[in-house]
């Protein structure tokens, strides 16, 4: 399958950021690029892969273009790479065994090893290119790939009777072809035709002055011999014998790569190059011993370039000297991401992830933020502060003290001010208590503020499993007596329009609903399934998510669905109805629960009041009951970088709804915004003027909350009306026979919030 695709131009300044002229219904991907796991140099400039994406650097100008999924890529983690001089193609190889070669602006994909049934380990160790073939080394054969032909030309499988085995290199040397396999070092004549007979394959053994039966994991040719790494050590091959020289350093390598007459021996901190006579000429050792290296190639000049899987590309400059410089495209550090927040426009992801139970996975990536076009990081590699800090897991936004807390499920709590660290709270300074049998670990798995700027935090696995920080500074714990187990465990809070606070119990089908009373205690009722007891889907066996919509509702996402409780404000009070009720979607004859089928791990409203969802299987868009679907995306209809869904945020400003996935994090651009009480004095409409090639829609923002809108001509004749979802008006650039308007200036006229029909802005449409 071929694909045409544009390098996409890096605007790194926040003035020219693409998400202020995302055009509606047109996505963007948010790729960590920094996690450089190769480069090479192509014809026209340097290729850099990371995990996530590619992107290429200009040596003359230093500019930098991007691709990604959105740009054509089949897949996201990227696993290995290759370069072909011969057909100037770069050949990716995905964690999936998925396949992509980029050639002439053309992205062809490989998908033969991905769709083929495979008894045994079905993984890519490397790709190794030798005269415009790549072969491609599996956990279980190699199998061979014509570039020029685009065709499987064979595959080697090369265990004991033609059994699958591990290879992880190929090499030509001398008209003799070897394979670094999981049984050792194999060889056979370059020049056979029959080389998918293994019994054409000599293995080398201690005649050869070689361990035998060891793995041999890595290899390389240089100089006229051959590199490679056994039973953990650096040994080279003459033609006749194999042996270890005691110049090579036997530090541990996890890449053998040459260059010409060069052996370069990378491993996780450095890397160090020998000549033909494996003599030094080169070592680098990385800042701090920061195992950062992943790959090392010298440019035609010369020049020395590092793959770091931290900076992106970096220019080495000098033995064991700083790096002369770094490049890697704007964006977050990670593509892992468990929350998301927007405040002002910003967005502010929480990296961090947590295992079952919500146990820990010492994942150290930190925070990231995305404003104006720019992302900026903070964790540990440019944060001290943060050294000790892991599984940022929630995000929450002080606006009266311009303040953030992040909450980690290690060391407590970050309180932040002006991007600059201000306090940690854990047990010396707040009430907040270590997790049962887990010795100095602090786990906080939600936090909301309330109307009275009180933050109060799921304290995860303490014996007191609420805690609040008063707008005084003072703190309280709470513990909630017939509401848990022995497993206290707490996760996500949401805080309603009456103060009253949501908190869901993980691993469980329940909820904790309680709110402060005016003696000081907590009135609370624990919801579950069944009538009378909360009514939460008799099939869920977890909740995932409670959020309030515009209307003062609160919706539920559980692993069997969706439920409302339609008057919450009742719900702690005695006798009242406590039950939620199923949304009812009519299809055709038959009566449905929405997404009863589905695990709903998040759910967020926008300005029109609609419904967006997150599932393990993709993210949905039903109108504001719930009751009709209008947007339904996956991997497969869209840019979403993988199904499973942890987050959502939507700016209310634009439109634009981040997604966080496994993947790492896309955004849209919807047809909602938040409405206002009266038309803006700056109405914003995009694109204005609508030029003659634009064939999206035309958005206009900053109006009454779903005001009715008419567009007319000059001559306030009207061509087109409809009604604001939320603060934004749509129109398609069509009149009521669905025809494209002619050229001219056209009116938009709103009403206000007494019904009074204004004109708010004028429209230049070109064709």
């Avoid at 999924?69 to 370069?83: F, M, N, P, Q, R």
């Avoid at 040459?258 to 370069?264: E, I, V």
């Amino acid at each position: 399958m071929k694909k045409l695709f544009a390098f996409v131009l890096m605007m790194i300044t926040a003035g020219h950021s693409w998400s202020q002229s995302l055009s509606i219904g047109s996505w963007q991907t948010h790729m960590a690029y920094a996690q450089a796991i190769d480069v090479f140099e192509s014809k026209q400039h340097l290729t850099v892969v990371s995990n996530f994406g590619v992107f290429n650097l200009d040596t003359k100008d230093s500019s930098l273009t991007v691709l990604s999924k959105l740009d054509g890529l089949t897949e996201v983690e990227i696993s290995c790479a290759a370069y072909d001089p011969q057909n100037d193609a770069v050949i990716i190889g995905y964690k999936n065994t998925n396949i992509d070669i980029i050639k002439a602006n053309t992205i062809i994909n490989v998908n033969d090893i991905l769709k083929k049934s495979i008894v045994g380990l079905k993984v890519i160790n490397s790709i190794d290119v030798i005269d415009g073939i790549a072969y491609i080394n599996c956990g279980f054969a190699t199998v061979l790939y014509d570039i020029a032909k685009l065709e499987v030309k064979d595959t080697y499988y090369l265990g004991n009777n033609g059994s699958n085995l591990a290879v992880y290199n190929m090499a030509v040397l001398n008209g003799k072809l070897y394979a670094a396999t999981d049984s050792g070092i194999l060889e056979a004549d370059y020049s056979n035709t029959n080389l998918a007979n293994y019994q054409n394959w000599r293995k080398h053994s201690i005649t050869d002055s070689i361990p035998t039966g060891k793995a041999a994991t890595l290899m390389a040719v240089f100089a006229g011999k051959l590199a490679a790494y056994v039973n953990n050590k650096t040994l080279i091959y003459d033609g006749q014998v194999w042996r270890m020289p005691s110049v090579i350093y036997q530090g541990g390598a996890k890449r053998l790569m040459s260059d010409a007459n060069h052996l370069l021996i990378v491993n996780e901190i450095g890397v160090t190059v020998y000549d033909a006579n494996l003599l030094a000429v080169d070592i680098y050792t990385s800042p701090n011993y920061i195992p950062s290296v992943r790959a090392a190639r010298y440019d035609k000049k010369g020049q020395l370039w590092i793959a770091d899987f931290y900076q992106g590309l970096a220019k080495y400059d000098g033995v064991n000297k700083p790096y002369a410089a770094t490049y890697v495209p704007n964006g977050p550090y990670n593509v892992s991401a468990r929350r998301l927040a927007i405040k002002n426009g910003k967005l502010i992801v929480a990296s961090g992830s947590v295992g079952d139970n919500y146990t820990n996975k010492f994942i150290r990536n930190g925070i990231y933020t995305y404003d104006k076009g720019v992302w900026r990081n903070y964790n540990y590699l440019n944060y001290s502060v943060m050294d000790s800090f892991y599984d940022f897991t929630s995000v929450v936004f002080d606006n009266k003290l311009n303040k953030e807390y992040y909450g980690t499920l290690w060391k407590g709590l970050l309180e932040f001010e002006n991007n600059e660290f201000v306090k940690n709270y854990s047990f010396h300074n707040s009430t907040l208590g270590e997790a049962l049998g887990n010795d100095g670990q602090y786990r906080v798995s939600g936090m909301a503020i309330d109307s009275k700027n009180q933050l109060w935090v799921a304290n995860h696995w303490a014996e007191k499993p609420i805690s609040v920080k008063k707008a005084n500074g003072t703190w309280q714990n709470f513990e909630f007596p017939g509401v848990f187990g022995e497993l206290k465990y707490v996760a996500d809070i949401t805080i309603d329009r009456n103060d009253q606070k949501w908190v869901v119990i993980p691993a469980s089908n329940a909820i904790l609903v309680f709110k402060e009373g005016t003696n000081g205690k907590v009135v609370y009722k624990k919801l579950t399934a069944g009538q009378g007891a909360g009514n939460l889907p008799k099939d869920a066996t977890e909740v995932f998510a409670i959020t309030e919509d515009l209307d003062g509702r609160i919706w539920v996402g559980t692993n069997a669905g969706v439920v409302v409780f339609y008057n919450p404000s009742a719900i702690l009070q005695f006798g009242a109805d406590i039950d939620a009720q199923p949304v009812r979607v009519i299809d055709g004859e038959f009566v449905q629960y929405l997404l009863a089928s589905e695990t709903v791990t998040c759910i967020k409203v926008d300005g029109a009041n609609r419904k967006w969802m997150g599932t393990k299987n993709g993210a949905w868009l039903f109108s504001d009951d719930g009751a009709q679907q209008i947007h339904y995306f996956n991997t497969s209809n869209s840019p979403l970088l993988a199904n499973k869904i942890n987050d959502i945020a939507i700016n209310a400003e634009n439109g634009i709804v981040y997604f966080a996935t496994d993947n790492g994090i896309v955004s849209y651009r919807s047809d909602a915004t938040n409405g206002y009480e009266v038309n803006l004095d700056q109405v914003k409409v995009f694109p204005n003027p609508v030029k003659e090639n634009y064939e999206g829609i035309i958005a206009i923002q900053g109006l009454v909350n779903n005001a009715e809108v008419k567009i007319t001509d000059i001559n306030c004749k009207l061509v087109f009306r409809t009604f604001a979802n939320g603060g934004q008006a749509n129109w398609d650039g069509k009149n009521f026979a669905a025809e494209k308007v002619s050229t001219g200036v056209y009116l938009v006229l709103a009403t206000d919030y007494l019904g009074v029909e204004t004109m708010v802005k004028k429209i230049l449409v070109i064709h």
